[in-house]
């Protein structure tokens, strides 16, 4: 017969490493108290490690330099999950994140219909910043990046190279989702929408 804690470390274990994680992941398989104490047992075990109250992760490991820095879009998405808010990444961090740019950004921005909020782990500061329904209303994840991303980066500093690696890196189906969410960017922005995607949606 499975336990709780062991329907817990089977879940953490089935999501591999890097996973993050609150214990509303777990809501399913006990009681809030049963699996606070088991969370916090796995820490002290050293299996998770626990990032902010109430945030874990299950590190990945290096041979050499030993546990990885977390990843912030699995952060982002862990408190989104609890805090069941939307969330879409924005700035320079969506440019890094979609190959657009080689900068790292010291802070970390994601959009969100919740509260703004700023989160600091080691050196990692993620910034949740407070935006309008529209900003959140894309329906594919990559096409809000994009339109995020080409905000950031500007109208007159987008280049032809930019366009071709999008195009090469998105898929038929990818393409599609964002003829359609056009709609939501600056129309400065259709005619470089068009050439990635292949045409006008209208």
């Not at 590190?59 to 330099?65: D, E, Q, V, W, Y």
């Not at 999950?81 to 900068?103: C, H, K, T, W, Y």
């Not at 500093?157 to 960017?185: C, G, N, P, W, Y």
Request: net charge positive; aromatic share 6%; hydrophobic share 40%.
């Amino acid at each position: 017969m499975q336990t709780v804690a062991n329907n817990i470390i089977n879940r953490i274990y089935g999501h591999g490493r890097g996973w993050c994680f609150t214990s509303k992941n777990f809501y399913d398989i006990g009681s809030p108290e049963a699996i606070r104490i088991n969370l916090h047992r796995l820490e002290k075990e050293g299996v998770i490690r626990r990032l902010i109250r109430g945030l874990y992760e299950y590190p990945k490991k290096h041979p050499t330099i030993g546990l990885l820095s977390p990843n912030p879009q699995k952060i982002a998405k862990a408190i989104a999950l609890r805090d069941a808010v939307r969330i879409q990444p924005s700035g320079a961090f969506a440019a890094n994140m979609l190959g657009l740019s080689e900068q790292v950004p010291a802070k970390i921005i994601f959009l969100t219909d919740g509260p703004s909020r700023r989160i600091k782990i080691g050196r990692q500061e993620i910034l949740f910043k407070k935006t309008t329904p529209r900003n959140l209303a894309m329906n594919g994840k990559s096409s809000a990046a994009l339109i995020h991303a080409l905000r950031h980066i500007g109208k007159r500093q987008i280049k032809q190279q930019h366009i071709e690696h999008i195009k090469k890196t998105m898929d038929s189906r990818t393409k599609a989702i964002l003829k359609k969410d056009r709609v939501f960017a600056p129309e400065w922005m259709y005619p470089v929408i068009d050439r990635i995607a292949g045409g006008s949606s209208a």
